[in-house]
């Protein structure tokens, strides 16, 4: 069974640093590429980033390119999101996602739980 | 970057009847198209895929189509546990971008 479980969120001042990490088991993770999608409570849906399997591939979002890095760690099947000048509209639920199928990049599937990064003073 | 644009925001039914969500992109997206269904406190969960295609386990009464930039989400008989927000996602390019969701509330 594809397990993703996601830690590091948290309450962070305005200018801060996060990382957040997703843990993944039951899948050959080094062969799919993840994801990062975060939504504000109550709200729609916003990719972020996408990985390669390899890692060589990075794409990110115009609103946090930049600022964000997206990498991963196959020795130890984790995906990693480091967050760099959070602003009070980076707040949001952050899920890590599998990518659906091996090899190129995919639909999310399945989701991680999603943990919260609340940007505030 | 291409928009999705969802109708309607809420559709409000009954168990038992039929759900017609609709998506549209800004531009043809082929059949690049998936859907996910979120309930309260929980992920996002992948339903249909390259617009028609039916997640396994997914229940025969979720079918999608369309192609280019109409696309259509059918929930045949809703069952109580239908009742949930649906997203529209396409990949056709980047970024991906996800419509703002319609609810399906009873």
């Known amino acids: 069974e594809v397990q993703l479980l996601q830690s590091g969120g948290g309450l962070i001042q305005p200018g801060g640093s996060l990382r957040l990490s997703c843990s993944a088991s039951?899948?050959?993770?080094?062969?799919?590429?993840m994801n990062w999608v975060r939504q504000i409570p109550g709200k729609g849906l916003e990719w972020i980033s996408t990985i390669s399997g390899q890692g060589s591939n990075t794409y990110y979002a115009e609103s946090v390119k930049g600022r964000f890095t997206i990498s991963r760690d196959n020795s130890k099947t984790t995906l990693y999101l480091e967050m760099n000048s959070l602003r009070a509209e980076d707040t949001a639920v952050y899920f890590c996602?599998?990518?659906?199928?091996?090899?190129?990049?995919?639909?999310?599937?399945?989701w991680g739980q999603g943990t919260l990064v609340t940007v505030s003073s | 970057e291409i928009v999705l644009t969802q109708s309607p925001a809420t559709l409000s039914l009954s168990p038992g009847e039929r759900a017609t969500l609709s998506c549209r992109a800004s531009e043809s997206i082929s059949n690049y198209l998936a859907w996910y269904q979120q309930k309260p406190g929980q992920p996002p969960r992948l339903l249909i895929y390259d617009a028609s295609n039916r997640v396994t386990g997914i229940s025969a009464r979720f079918s999608g189509s369309g192609s280019g930039t109409d696309f259509t989400l059918t929930i045949n008989s809703l069952e109580p546990e239908d009742f949930a927000v649906y997203f529209c996602?396409?990949?056709?390019?980047?970024?991906?971008?996800f419509g703002q969701g319609t609810k399906v509330e009873i």
């Open positions: 039951g899948f050959a993770f080094s062969s799919y590429a």
């Open positions: 996602q396409h990949r056709s390019a980047w970024p991906w971008t």
């Open positions: 996602a599998k990518s659906r199928i091996a090899g190129g990049t995919n639909w999310f599937h399945p």
